[in-house]
T-cell receptor
Framework: GAVVSQHPSWVICKSGTSVKIECRSL??????MFWYRQFPKKSLMLMAT?????????EQGVEKDKFLINHASLTLSTLTVTSAHPEDSSFYIC????????????FGNGTRLTVT | GQQLNQSPQSMFIQEGEDVSMNCTSS?????WLWYKQDPGEGPVLLIA?????ELTSNGRLTAQFGITRKDSFLNISASIPSDVGIYFC???????????FGQGTRLTINP
C-alpha cells in the first residue's frame, strides 16, 4: 500500500517552455502533498505544500509564479515549471501521507528535469 | 529553522561489516524516519519511530529514537551490496506537517 506515482520520470525541454509534473496517490487519498527539489549529491529541499482545494503553501525563497501547484483532487497534485531556465534543471520529487499528520511520508520516484 | 545534522556524510566499508549512522537535532521531534534513496529514484521508507526510546528493527536494520527526542541512529548489520545508496534521516515536530531532512549518508560497499 501507500504508493505514490510520479510522471514523467524524466523530461527534457527548451528554455522558455513550461513543463508539468504529475503526482498521484494510487491507493489512498491525500489532502496534502509535498513537492521537493534535490540537487546532485544534496538532500531534499521542500519547495511547497500542496493542499487539496486550496492554494499551495510555498517555502521561503520559492517563486510561486514560477512553480505553479494545483491540487484539484484527493489523488492528484501537479507542479508546473513555467518559463523554464537551465538553472531549473533538477530532480523533483513529490510525496504524500496515507494517514494523519504523524504518519510517514511516501515518495514518488521523482522526475529528472533537464532544461536546454 | 530546524536543522538536522547527519553523520557520517559518507562511508566506505567491506561487505559483511556493520554500519552505524546518526542524526542530531537542535530541537525536539515527535517522529523520526529513516529513508534510503537509490540513484535516480525517490526515497523509500525504511523505519518509522514515534516514541522516545523506541527501538525498531526491519530485517538487518535497527533504528532508535533518542530519549532526548533530539537524536536517532540507524544500524545496518552484515552489510550486503544492495545496501549501497544514500540514507536520509528525517524528523517531524509537533503539529508540523513537513519533514526536515538530514544531509544524507552515502554508503559504498567494497565486495
Amino acid at each position: 500500500g501507500a504508493v505514490v506515482s510520479q510522471h514523467p520520470s524524466w523530461v527534457i525541454c527548451k528554455s522558455g517552455t513550461s513543463v508539468k509534473i504529475e503526482c498521484r496517490s494510487l491507493d489512498f487519498q491525500a489532502t496534502t502533498m509535498f513537492w521537493y527539489r534535490q540537487f546532485p549529491k544534496k538532500s531534499l529541499m521542500l519547495m511547497a505544500t500542496s493542499n487539496e482545494g486550496s492554494k499551495a503553501t510555498y517555502e521561503q525563497g520559492v517563486e510561486k509564479d514560477k512553480f505553479l501547484i494545483n491540487h484539484a483532487s484527493l489523488t492528484l497534485s501537479t507542479l508546473t515549471v513555467t518559463s523554464a531556465h537551465p538553472e531549473d534543471s533538477s530532480f523533483y520529487i513529490c510525496s504524500a501521507r496515507d494517514g494523519g499528520r504523524g504518519s510517514p511520508l511516501h515518495f514518488g520516484n521523482g522526475t529528472r528535469l533537464t532544461v536546454t | 529553522g530546524q536543522q538536522l545534522n547527519q553523520s557520517p556524510q559518507s562511508m566506505f566499508i567491506q561487505e559483511g561489516e556493520d554500519v552505524s549512522m546518526n542524526c542530531t537535532s537542535s530541537s525536539i521531534f515527535n517522529t523520526w524516519l529513516w529513508y534510503k534513496q537509490d540513484p535516480g529514484e525517490g526515497p523509500v521508507l525504511l523505519i518509522a519511530l514515534y516514541k522516545a526510546g523506541e527501538l525498531t528493527s526491519n530485517g538487518r536494520l535497527t533504528a532508535q529514537f533518542g530519549i532526548t527526542r533530539k537524536d536517532s541512529f540507524l544500524n545496518i548489520s552484515a552489510s550486503i551490496p544492495s545496501d549501497v545508496g544514500i540514507y536520509f534521516c528525517a524528523g517531524q515536530g509537533g503539529g508540523a506537517q513537513k519533514l526536515v531532512f538530514g544531509q544524507g549518508t552515502r554508503l559504498t560497499i567494497n565486495p
